[in-house]
């Protein structure tokens, strides 16, 4: 018994350092793997609907290293619908509970709140190979929910794209995607599916570094430091639920008429409230301590942002300048990733913005509809990460035409 007492400490010190390693390993392989992939797709004839739509090789890896800009959980799932959107005329997310999907957000619709809270009907065939077999459901309308099809419109290509999200081998949300209801318009099928599986991987991999922070923080604390009245730590889940408090809308009503028929007791009609009050709440929030993602262009180094001199601030503000420093960031790495014979060129010759004009003034005009109008702009983190890395600190190799 006393030899345990010693070892068990060291043992789950040692298991939760190795956790928090191999979550960074993970992270690293996702985003190899993710532009493989777009390399890959790139050489690929494009189908007929992805003519107009931005979803070239640079194109897509900006859409995921938004999502891991994410530092909770409804940050990334809202990325994953921003993102989604630029390739899908409309685009929605269902949360799955058991055999039930109900609404949670959309993008695109002619209304898209009332896509919240819409029960899908599990019985539809896409719906339900989506859920039962965990594939991507190509289907046509008449595997659609006819419910669904009745209120937001009928697609005018005549079918539809069902993808399971899924989070520890569960079907944790569904993602709807149809190119429109006016014109046979945007549907970048192999854009969606990336996205939504590099979602599924980017929560993983945040739940997995969270528990492995839990673990250390747990065993740093010394017996004398616990207060005296404690609670007794809980057990860490084997997994974080990003849906966990969501419910559809038909809980509350069922809450209130239980109330109303007086079938409750006084604790039973406060918890009927707190059911109403989870509804209300789309997403339970992960703890913010979450490590920061790398950039696409820069997977094997450590991201080392500087924290700008602004203590006075508030702490949302100093978010704000932390996300658009890794915004600017990763634009410029995704400038050098994808122009390596302009880069080199360019700075031998010292005209390296007439080389990338049009592509740094597109990164610019990005990061000017993003923070341009946040506290953020003042930084003016863009341009110095231009000349802190592609013109590596020194703004004559960006020739005469560039105003520094």
């Known amino acids: 018994m006393k030899e345990r007492g010693w070892i068990e400490p060291i043992v789950e010190r040692v298991v939760g ?17 993710v532009v493989e992939e777009i390399a890959a797709a790139a050489t690929a004839e494009p189908r007929a609907h992805d003519a107009a ?36 005329a409309r685009v929605a997310l269902f949360v799955v509970k058991g055999s039930h999907a109900t609404g949670w957000q959309a993008r695109g619709f002619a209304n898209s709140d009332a896509v919240k809270d819409f029960a899908l009907d599990e019985n539809a065939p896409a719906v339900a190979r989506a859920i039962r077999d965990r594939v991507v ?34 079907v944790a949300a569904l993602v709807y995607a149809d190119s429109g209801t006016d014109a046979v318009g945007l549907l970048n099928a192999g854009a969606i599916e990336l996205l939504v599986l590099s979602t599924s991987a980017w929560l993983e991999v945040n739940s997995l570094r969270k528990q492995a922070q839990t673990h250390v923080d747990s065993h740093n604390v010394t017996p004398t430091e ?66 920061e ?14 924290t700008p001199p602004v203590s006075s601030i508030s702490l ?11 915004f600017a960031r990763l634009l410029i790495d995704e400038i050098k990733l994808y122009n390596q014979a302009k880069v080199a060129e360019g700075r031998k010759n010292r005209d390296l913005y007439d080389r990338l004009k049009e592509t740094i003034e597109k990164s610019r005009a990005t990061y000017q509809k993003r923070y341009g109008k946040t506290v953020a702009a003042s ?5 110095n990460e231009i000349i802190r890395s592609l013109a590596e600190d020194d703004p004559s190799i960006m020739g005469a035409n560039f105003r520094y």
């Open 316 to 326: 949302e503000d100093q978010d704000v300048h932390r996300k658009a420093q890794r």
């Open 226 to 291: 616990a207060p005296p009245h404690q609670a007794p730590a809980q057990p860490v889940p084997a997994f974080n639920d990003p849906f966990a408090s969501h419910a559809p809308a038909y809980a509350s009503g069922q809450a209130m008429a239980a109330a109303a028929a007086g079938e409750a007791s006084a604790p039973v009609a406060s918890a009927a409230q707190s059911a109403i009050a989870e509804v209300q709440a789309p997403v339970v929030e992960m703890d913010p301590a979450l490590a």
């Open 17 to 33: 350092q190795v956790l928090d390693s191999h979550a960074a390993q993970l992270r690293a392989e996702i985003v190899r793997r």
């Open 137 to 170: 459901a190509s289907a046509p309308v008449a595997d659609l929910d006819p419910r669904f099809l009745k209120e937001f419109g009928t697609p005018a290509s005549g079918e539809a794209r069902i993808l399971p999200l899924i989070l520890k081998d569960k």
């Open 53 to 88: 739509s931005a979803s070239g090789p640079a194109d897509l890896a900006r859409a995921v290293a938004e999502i891991q800009l994410g530092t909770s959980q409804r940050e990334i799932l809202r990325a994953l619908l921003d993102t989604g959107a630029r390739h899908a």
């Open 293 to 306: 993602p790398l950039p696409i262009g820069d997977a094997g180094t450590k991201a080392t942002l500087e």
């Open 379 to 383: 930084g003016n983190y863009l341009q």
